[in-house]
């Protein structure tokens, strides 16, 4: 006898297939820190391009903004440090190898004005720029970069008055400010180096951030500002050669005054010097960068 359903009885009913096509494949981004000793990324660096131009600008904006003279104070610094100088060196009798004197520190003071406004920036750089650093991922060789490029802004203002005063002293221009570029990369060069070692040391040691000020004021008596390498020894001139400014300091005199050509063992120590800094740097800050985020 066959049963027939009811209302009461449950009935199941095998759902329908429907065929779906597979799902698309999702792009994965993955960010893993280089290979190799010596690998910067350049080619990632240059993609962020835009980054470094945004950060060099806020740094000089950051600079200026608010001050009632803006830019004149990139002059007015060394200006006044150049005549605080004549009146020691006179009082000292320091020679200046038959240049005239203000022009012979005014050279001087443009490169390491300079290496000392990147060093304070750049040495407490990542710090300054953590809330960046841990948010978004980009190269970060771009942070020192930026506040060591944004420095060369007070160079070329304050450059102009050098030009001024070579003008008022009838200086005639020599073949050998054609070597000038290559001591200003020096400069650069000596100053990206000392970033990327005090920036990577200062993001895991807060106490480097306290040494950097010491630090540029010991570079800067260290260097030939208001005196000549030449009141050294000759036994002693390759030892101070160790320091890469005596190169720079020198090759801007030489390059401006044209009265007398560096000594070629000192000048090679300091290529040298920055050469050894630089790489160096490069390869502790590689190593640093995988943790920034972790420990700023």
Do not use: C
Not at 130 to 141: C, D, G, M, Q, T
Not at 147 to 171: I, N
């Amino acid at each position: 006898m066959t049963k027939t359903p009811t209302d009461n009885d449950l009935v199941f009913e095998t759902p329908p297939v429907i065929a779906t096509e597979p799902a698309a494949a999702v792009a994965t981004l993955r960010i893993q820190p280089g290979r190799g000793l010596f690998n910067l990324d350049l080619k990632a660096v240059w993609e962020f391009r835009e980054l470094l131009y945004f950060l060099v600008w806020r740094d000089v904006k950051v600079r200026y903004k608010q001050t009632a003279m803006g830019a004149v104070w990139a002059i007015l610094q060394p200006v006044l440090t150049t005549l605080m100088f004549m009146a020691i060196g006179s009082y000292a009798k320091l020679a200046s190898n038959s240049a005239p004197y203000p022009i012979f520190i005014y050279a001087a003071l443009l490169p390491m004005n300079y290496l000392s406004q990147a060093i304070a920036r750049s040495g407490t750089s990542l710090v300054s720029d953590a809330n960046l650093v841990k948010k978004v991922y980009f190269p970060r060789l771009i942070i020192p970069f930026a506040a060591v490029t944004a420095p060369l802004v007070d160079f070329f203002v304050s450059f102009w008055v050098l030009v001024l005063m070579m003008g008022w002293y009838r200086l005639p221009v020599r073949w050998p400010v054609l070597t000038l570029p290559f001591f200003l990369v020096l400069a650069i060069a000596t100053a990206i180096a000392t970033g990327l070692w005090l920036s990577a040391l200062n993001a895991r040691y807060r106490d480097i951030g306290h040494t950097v000020p010491f630090l540029t004021q010991f570079w800067f008596f260290a260097s030939p500002v208001f005196y000549s390498s030449n009141m050294f020894p000759e036994k002693w001139r390759l030892l101070y050669g160790l320091n890469p400014m005596v190169g720079v300091i020198e090759g801007f005199r030489w390059a401006l005054l044209g009265n007398q050509v560096p000594a070629f063992a000192p000048m090679a120590l300091s290529v040298i010097v920055v050469t050894v800094l630089l790489l160096s740097g490069i390869v502790f800050f590689k190593r640093m960068e995988r943790i920034l985020a972790d420990i700023i």
